[in-house]
Structures are given as C-alpha cells and as structure tokens.
C-alpha cells in the first residue's frame, strides 16, 4: 500500500480508480508472497478471490446506499478483506495449518 501511496497523482484518481488501484496493490505482492512461501497458483487465486470478493461486495454496498442505514459499511472494505481472506484459509485448514516447502533459512 505504501508504494501505492508514493505513486505521485494517486491521491487524485477518482475514488473508484483509487480503489481499484489500492486493490491490485495489494493482491498482487501478497500472491507473490504466497509464491515464495511454497503456495501454488491456485492458492494464490483462491485467497484473492476471497480477498477481492468481500471487497467488491462492501463497495456494492456502499454504492447501493447501504451505507445510509449501516454508516460504518462505508469504512469497512478493509475488514472485508481480512475477513474474505480468514474465510479462505478456514475452508482449507490443512493447507494453511503447516509449514510448506520453503527455501531453508540460514
């Protein structure tokens, strides 16, 4: 996020540009990371699947008005995706639960 936030102009992209922004700033390096901590492709979509899929869901929200009547909807997007990604990793315990095949640390 902070790269993201360095990137001169951001700041004055329209909201849903900044966002969308901020999203693929996001996902990006932490397949990356998963990558490199020994996860294979797939789980790298699953997790941002999960991830960007409550996001957009509260961003519906929001523009649908939701936040009107639930006025911290409007500040929940980042919850959203700790959330969509704590899902991801309950539906596949046994896979996050162990050490993976990773370069030894010296």
Do not use: K
């Amino acid at each position: 996020m902070l790269v993201f936030m360095a990137v001169p102009g951001v700041m004055a992209l329209p909201p849903l540009l900044h966002q969308i922004g901020m999203a693929v700033a996001m996902t990006v390096p932490m397949v990356g990371w998963m990558r490199l901590r020994g996860h294979g492709w797939r789980h790298g979509i699953e997790m941002s699947i999960g991830m960007l899929a409550a996001w957009a869901a509260v961003l519906i929200l929001v523009g649908l008005g939701a936040d009107q009547v639930f006025p911290w909807l409007a500040n929940a997007d980042g919850a959203a995706m700790l959330l969509g990604m704590l899902a991801v990793m309950l539906l596949r315990p046994g896979h996050y639960a162990h050490q993976h095949a990773c370069p030894p640390s010296m």
